[in-house]
């Protein structure tokens, strides 16, 4: 069939679509990327349109995107993103759905290093703890938890919105119904300021705020505050993941979903006008040649940037034309080392005196953000941590790949060490103002969400309000888009 005959049979399925009435379904909808947020958009998209709709999922990669795993004698490990807030309601909403599990929780001590010593560290007591945080900062802790409480306080009421089915057309207007004009304003000052502030000394902020967001993001207390509040609420509360790996939410989706995933690079977009609907072509490369077809919905879940060669498609026939987004991402590199760790590097002649599994560092060494002694997906029952002593998969995080001169400062000695590298983040400050996730009528970007935080969790939210906006978009139910004094109107409709 030829690219013409396509697009006629195409105009022709949606003109019949059209006479049966104004509340007729779309035929078509594409998704392009099979990460949580594809993965998550498919799932919302069937939700609301129904499971007669085709979506065509297109992935140039694997499933799973930036949750990943990588084997190491055996065993798998997570290499992308490895755990999830407790408060991650839409993936624990999956785990429930896709009858996974959570992982069992090896518990371990953790620290901050300076680079020549270690500026906080753990015990096994709750209380000695927050005597030592008290000792050395003073409330700077009960402050930074207090303004991180109030910030997610707000943040929750997302769910409440999407459960009675309200959505956003851009970024701004999501942040100011959650947090009005505060919440807009934290995208453009910095963490180091806002926490400055309300009272937080600028040692507690060199010391820990700056360790956890060089953890989470490789980046700097002088990010945008709404971001870095989004990171300190995954340090404060617990943490848990998927067992066997959580790139399963993912394929579990796109399995129930019953989505037609389509291995192929997408190259273009391109926009077709009839009777005043818009109709979709997209084309793409796979390893059997070229190919297009039309669809009434496109979802964009992959970052659209200047240096993400991946999403490197165009978009033709838009007028006004459709701009990449202006910003660049922050590369992360996750290398897992089966070895012995050096604990005389960090003060420990003797490794079995060694305490800690978890290290997160301050700006000082530069050469890497964090070093975990990781579990296997799969944890049994008889399963325990390896001794400090014991080679064990050690997880360094690392803002460029390892030399090796800096793997001999971390470890005695190794078996094998294996990498994946990452366009992890939006590199904060790089890009001045808050996408839209509305392209074009029924064209969306669903990662116009990470320029204000990016967790696999955000991505979830961001899904769930692009399936809720083409879902109003199409039947014109505009009072559920962009709405004002949102928390009014829920608590008059309960």
Not at 147 to 153: A, C, N, R, S, T
Not at 228 to 238: F, I, K, T, V
Not at 257 to 280: C, D, F, R
Not at 297 to 306: Q, S
């Amino acid at each position: 069939m030829t690219r013409s005959d396509q697009l006629l049979v195409a105009l022709a399925t949606l003109l019949a679509t059209a006479a049966t009435g104004g509340d007729a379904r779309p035929s078509k909808i594409a998704v392009v990327g099979a990460g949580i947020g594809g993965s998550a958009v498919a799932h919302f998209l069937q939700q609301h349109f129904g499971p007669r709709v085709q979506i065509d999922v297109y992935e140039k990669g694997t499933v799973g995107g930036r949750l990943a795993t990588i084997s190491v004698n055996r065993q798998h490990y997570e290499s992308g993103a490895a755990s999830f807030h407790s408060l991650s309601l839409h993936m624990q909403d999956f785990v429930k759905l896709l009858g996974l599990r959570q992982r069992r929780e090896v518990v371990g001590r953790s620290a901050i290093f300076g680079g020549e010593h270690f500026v906080l560290e753990e015990t096994d007591w709750y209380l000695l703890n927050l005597f030592r945080l008290w000792w050395h900062y003073g409330i700077s802790f009960l402050r930074l938890q207090m303004w991180v409480e109030e910030v997610m306080e707000k943040f929750m009421r997302i769910y409440k919105y999407q459960a009675h089915g309200y959505a956003f057309s851009g970024v701004e207007e999501l942040l100011y119904s959650l947090g009005e004009s505060a919440f807009v304003n934290m995208t453009q000052r910095s963490v180091a300021e806002s926490l400055l502030q309300v009272g937080v000394t600028q040692r507690f902020i060199d010391d820990v705020v700056s360790a956890v967001l060089r953890a989470s993001y490789g980046q700097s207390a002088v990010m945008p505050a709404f971001a870095g509040a989004m990171s300190l609420a995954g340090a404060q509360g617990s943490l848990w993941a998927v067992e066997g790996g959580n790139k399963l939410v993912c394929s579990g989706l796109l399995k129930l979903t019953k989505a037609n995933v389509i291995h192929a690079t997408v190259t273009s977009v391109t926009l077709h006008n009839t009777e005043g609907k818009p109709l979709y072509q997209v084309e793409y490369e796979s390893e059997v040649g070229s190919g297009s077809d039309f669809y009434d919905i496109v979802v964009i879940a992959t970052p659209l940037h200047l240096d993400n060669s991946s999403s490197n498609f165009t978009f033709k026939g838009f007028t006004p034309p459709i701009d990449d987004i202006q910003g660049s991402f922050q590369p992360t590199v996750i290398s897992l080392v089966h070895g012995y760790l050096n604990s005389s590097y960090f003060g420990f002649p003797d490794p079995k005196l060694f305490p800690f599994a978890n290290i997160l560092t301050t700006d000082f060494p530069s050469f890497f953000c964090t070093l975990d002694n990781i579990c296997p997906v799969n944890i049994s029952a008889s399963f325990r941590r390896k001794q400090p002593q014991e080679a064990a998969v050690w997880r360094v995080q690392s803002p460029g790949p390892l030399l090796r001169t800096q793997l001999k400062t971390l470890f005695r000695s190794y078996y094998s060490v294996q990498t994946a590298e990452w366009q992890a983040h939006p590199l904060y400050g790089s890009h001045t103002t808050l996408p839209k996730f509305a392209l074009h009528d029924q064209l969306f970007y669903l990662n116009a969400l990470e320029w204000a935080a990016s967790s696999v969790e955000v991505m979830a939210v961001a899904a769930k309000n692009v399936a809720l906006l083409a879902y109003n978009r199409w039947y014109q139910d505009l009072d559920k888009i962009d709405q004002k004094d949102l928390m009014h109107k829920v608590k008059t409709e309960l």
